[in-house]
């Protein structure tokens, strides 16, 4: 309800209620654009460039439509162009920045265990997020969509102007692509 | 459906099952089988811990700074683009009342003209000449009001910041 007023005022020109999605959002959106670039500077960068596309095309959004999706969209665009611009092979391809995973990794072992299961949880952290951080900047997008921001599959199709069928099979293979890398992962480290 | 068929169908589903993709229906069937297949709910075993670990996945922080940031460079880019659009306008309008002082006074600058014109015994062939003069001195000279107008603007804002 919150979100639909602010939008509505932003409609009308009322440039206050653009604070109120930023505050709502910018965790979120923040997180999201750093999954695709992976680099803090970047993703700052694209989130002002994303809030001053919202003030900008507000007048064109269809208020009917989810408004999350929609700046979503409008995120993905500004990454996915950016992206081409600078490494038109990042789109395809990932190289792994080891303080990025390591970010990563470290708030993911279990706390409350025992220093083995901690120990055994911050492995399998450390190598989740060695393999995300390998996995094409197509697959870290639907797994971020998915399961850091919850969205529906037909919000997910809405962000990538996909159809559901893609969206579906992209979401497999990026679960199967980032299982084959922890399984041989974990060979690696039992070896 | 033999059970080897439903063994592989199940496991080709479990990706999209630690999703949340599947329907009641698949998810009812995935749990029986759980039930009575312990492969298959090791299998499951391990794709969760996946599910699970991307669900935990820690949030990144956005810089303190950055909300003030976005919203004063969106206030300022707005304010630009807001006064590049007012001064479009202003330039379609100062070209219309050009043209209409233009336009307005011409029958007066030839009554006025007319007289002091035949005395240095100046003649034009053609009044269109005249005209053309005519227009040329009143746009320099509103040309060069809204150039001056504009370079005050400039400073002004510049001083501003």
Redesign the interface.
């Given at each position: 309800m919150e979100i639909e007023a602010a939008v509505s005022q932003l409609r009308r020109g009322d440039l206050g209620a653009l604070s109120t999605l930023i505050a709502r959002y910018q965790n979120r959106l923040y997180r999201y654009l750093l999954r695709l670039v992976r680099q803090p500077a970047q993703a700052e960068d694209l989130f002002q460039q994303t809030w001053l596309r919202v003030a900008e095309k507000i007048r064109s959004y269809d208020p009917s439509r989810n408004f999350e999706a929609w700046l979503f969209t409008l995120a993905r665009n500004l990454a996915f162009d950016h992206l081409r611009r600078i490494r038109p092979q990042s789109l395809d391809h990932s190289v792994g920045d080891e303080s990025d995973r390591n970010a990563v990794a470290s708030p993911l072992a279990d706390s409350g265990a025992g220093p083995f299961d901690r120990l055994l949880a911050h492995e399998r952290a450390t190598l989740l997020a060695s393999a995300i951080e390998k996995l094409p900047v197509t697959y870290r997008e639907v797994l971020s969509l998915r399961f850091e921001e919850e969205m529906k599959l037909e919000e997910i199709a809405t962000v990538l102007s996909a159809p559901l069928s893609t969206v579906k099979s992209r979401i497999q293979r990026s679960l199967e692509q980032l299982r084959g890398m922890l399984d041989t992962g974990s060979a690696e480290v039992r070896k | 459906m033999t059970d080897s068929d439903e063994h592989a169908e199940i496991l080709d589903q479990l990706?999209?099952f630690?999703?949340?993709?599947v329907d009641a229906d698949d998810e009812a069937r995935i749990a029986r089988h759980m039930a009575t297949c312990p492969d298959c709910a090791g299998e499951l075993e391990?794709?969760q811990?996946?599910?699970a670990?991307?669900?935990?996945?820690?949030?990144?922080?956005?810089?303190s700074a950055?909300?003030e940031?976005?919203?004063a460079?969106?206030?300022d880019?707005?304010a630009a683009?807001a006064e590049q659009r007012q001064n479009h306008i202003v330039l379609l309008l100062l070209v219309l009342f050009s043209w209409a002082v233009t336009l307005v006074t011409w029958p007066v600058f030839r009554f006025a003209t007319d007289g002091l014109l035949s005395f240095f015994d100046i003649r034009f062939h053609q009044i269109w000449l005249v005209f053309a003069i005519f227009s040329a001195f009143t746009w320099l000279t509103g040309g060069s009001a809204a150039l001056l107008l504009s370079l005050r603007r400039q400073d002004e804002r510049r001083s501003a910041l």
């Open positions: - | 990706p999209f630690v999703a949340g993709l391990r794709w811990l996946i599910s670990g991307l669900r935990q996945l820690p949030t990144p922080q956005p810089s950055l909300f940031r976005t919203r460079m969106v206030a880019r707005l683009k």
